[in-house]
Antibody, heavy 125, light 105 residues
């Protein structure tokens, strides 16, 4: 059974840093892209970043570029999100998700088939 | 940037059919998926590639996508289907709709 467990959330002051972790089990972690999605309190879902199987490609939403870094350790079956220069608008529950996306001649097949339980990151003084 | 538009809320009586729409420019040219999120829980994928159901998702959930609109249909809606539903597509980046709160009353 696929399991994703996030950790590392907690209250942080504006301008501060935090590192989120996501422990994966129940599947071959190194075979999948992985993604971070966040959800501000009472709001909708927002994709944050994803990373290729070997870490060679990483993509970010514009609002976090230069501040957040996604990484992974396939030997530890773990995904990370290093968040620096945090702002109040980064306050959200952060979910890691398995990202089996692929493309063919007909288009991009983008979806996230398993999600963790999420970890809350409040950014406040 | 690409936008997906969903109605904020939809109401349905138990046993009836619920229809939730997701609109975007030439959305039918892209693949759409749908997530269900119950209060305090993580999202769950209910439809991917427009109309495919992951294992474990009841047959009453179905999807379609044509023109500028994708549709999630829940046939014989049950009380347990009350949740927020989000559509998602890709346009040089992952895009989510704003979400629709489905009320079963």
């Amino acid at each position: 059974e696929v399991h994703l467990v996030e950790s590392g959330g907690g209250l942080v002051q504006p301008g501060g840093s935090l590192r989120l972790s996501c422990a994966a089990s129940g599947f071959t972690f190194s075979s999948y892209w992985m993604t971070w999605v966040r959800q501000a309190p009472g709001k909708g879902l927002e994709w944050v970043a994803n990373i290729k199987q070997d870490g060679s490609e990483k993509y970010y939403v514009d609002s976090v570029k230069g501040r957040f870094t996604i990484s992974r350790d396939n030997a530890k079956n773990s995904l990370y999100l290093q968040m620096n220069s945090l702002r109040a608008e980064d306050t959200a529950v952060y979910y890691c998700a398995r990202d089996p996306h692929y493309s063919d001649t007909t288009g991009y097949f983008y979806y996230f088939d398993y999600w963790g339980q999420g970890t809350l990151v409040p950014v406040s003084s | 940037s690409y936008e997906l538009t969903q109605p904020p809320s939809v109401s349905v009586s138990p046993g009836q059919t619920a229809t939730i729409t997701c609109s975007g420019d030439k959305l039918g040219d892209r693949y759409v998926c749908w997530y269900q999120q119950k209060p305090g829980q993580s999202p769950v994928l209910v439809i991917y590639q427009d109309k495919k159901r992951p294992s474990g998702i009841p047959e009453r959930f179905s999807g379609s996508n044509s023109g500028n609109t994708a549709t999630l249909t829940i046939s014989g809606t049950q009380a347990m289907d009350e949740a927020d539903y989000y559509c998602q597509a890709w346009d040089s980046s992952v895009v989510f709709g704003g979400g629709t709160k489905l009320t079963v009353l």
